[in-house]
């Protein structure tokens, strides 16, 4: 039986809050800075030649994980494996199979073409010289920069320079592949074409394993994916799953005039569908509620609302995301 492509086992990474000056050092002073676990217990299972996602809010703990898979971060405890390799023993080896794009470090060289950047990052990562012409043809292919390879990186466009930094993760010909965030700051196009190149990665054979804070990437993309907050999974399977298990067909957003109480129209609300989410802004209540069915629900929430003095001002109903999975499991929107 082959390895996993990742495993890890109660993954823990404890970090300080705040900072210790040297003047508190050199005292010995006791360090009174606050600890907190930036990831809680992680335990993933990664299998060969699928796409795995990691979905969470802004520091769920996403790129901690990352980083450790990624030998630059050292775990507090727990253990992992790397294609089967155990990257505190053997870190070379597992950089060798791994191919990163981690947020922070997708710096390539403006004055240089996209080809030169690449030769001169292959130097870095140890190819061999004598591999290092096709690697390149290979991985500039993989993200469809080709016939823009001798380019300058400075005339590229921001989708452009995020498919470079790919083709760079490319280079050691990875069977694994870690991508954090790899769609931030593209706009729609920008974003579905480098989400194309993903799933050719998938095509090729690799493993695939992103973070992403957009559902709608981890629905459309992901194999499975794991749900993260608070540096715990808090739901793990494939999209279609997790979307089964909010029991409900359709999700309605209300949004309410209303000037006293809203209680009484909450409560109304809660007997004809589960009201999931419920947000007051002066006049104003914005409600998110599952429902059975669309159609029964509104003229009821309607009659709901002007029993308790309020009106509706807007009705949208939309199918069930994983961004109600998030928000049935956790009482928080994924963006907030
Ligand atoms: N080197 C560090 N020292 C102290 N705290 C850190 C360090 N790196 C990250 N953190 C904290 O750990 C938590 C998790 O951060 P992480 O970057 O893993 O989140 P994330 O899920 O990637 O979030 P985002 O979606 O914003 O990228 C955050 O509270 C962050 O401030
Ligand atoms: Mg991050």
């Given at each position: 039986m082959t390895a996993p492509a990742v495993e890890t086992k109660d993954l823990v990474k404890v970090f300080e809050r705040g900072r210790r000056t040297i003047w508190q050092r050199l005292r010995r002073e006791p360090d009174r800075r606050e600890r907190f676990s930036a990831v809680d217990g992680i335990d993933l299972r990664v299998e060969t030649g699928e796409i795995f996602g990691l979905l969470g809010p802004n520091g769920a703990g996403k790129t901690t994980t990352m980083k450790m898979l990624a030998t630059l971060l050292i775990p507090t405890s727990g253990s992992i494996r790397v294609l089967g390799i155990d990257p505190l023993e053997r870190p070379r080896d597992v950089r060798a199979r791994l191919g990163a794009m981690l947020s922070g470090e997708r710096?390539?060289?403006?004055?240089?073409?996209a080809r030169e950047n690449l030769e001169y990052f292959a130097a870095l990562y140890h190819v061999s010289p004598n591999q290092t012409r096709a690697r390149i043809e290979r991985a500039l292919a993989a993200v469809n920069l080709s016939d823009r390879?001798?380019?300058?990186?400075?005339?590229?466009s921001t989708g452009m320079r995020q498919r470079l930094a790919l083709a760079r993760a490319l280079l050691p010909d990875p069977p694994l592949v870690i991508l954090d965030e790899?769609?931030?700051?593209?706009?729609p196009q920008a974003s579905r074409d480098l989400r194309d190149r993903v799933r050719e990665l998938r095509a090729q054979g690799r493993t695939v394993l992103l973070t992403t804070h957009y559902m709608e990437e981890a629905d459309q993309l992901c194999d499975r994916v794991a749900i993260i907050d608070h540096g715990r999974i808090v739901a793990l399977d494939t999209p279609a799953a997790l979307k089964r298990t909010?029991?409900?067909e359709e999700v309605v957003h209300l949004e309410l005039g209303i000037d006293g109480d809203d209680r009484t129209v909450l409560e109304h609300l809660g007997r004809m569908a589960t009201v999931a989410r419920s947000e007051r802004t002066n006049g104003t209540l914005a409600v998110t509620a599952h429902c059975a069915s669309a159609r029964d629900f509104v003229p009821a929430a309607f009659d709901a609302a002007r029993s308790a003095g309020a009106t509706i001002r807007h009705v949208e109903v939309v199918p069930v995301t994983l961004e109600d999975v998030f928000l049935s499991l956790t009482g928080r929107a994924l963006r907030e």
């Open positions: 710096s390539l060289y403006w004055k240089l073409t390879a001798d380019d300058y990186v400075e005339r590229y790899p769609t931030v700051g593209l706009d909010i029991r409900a």
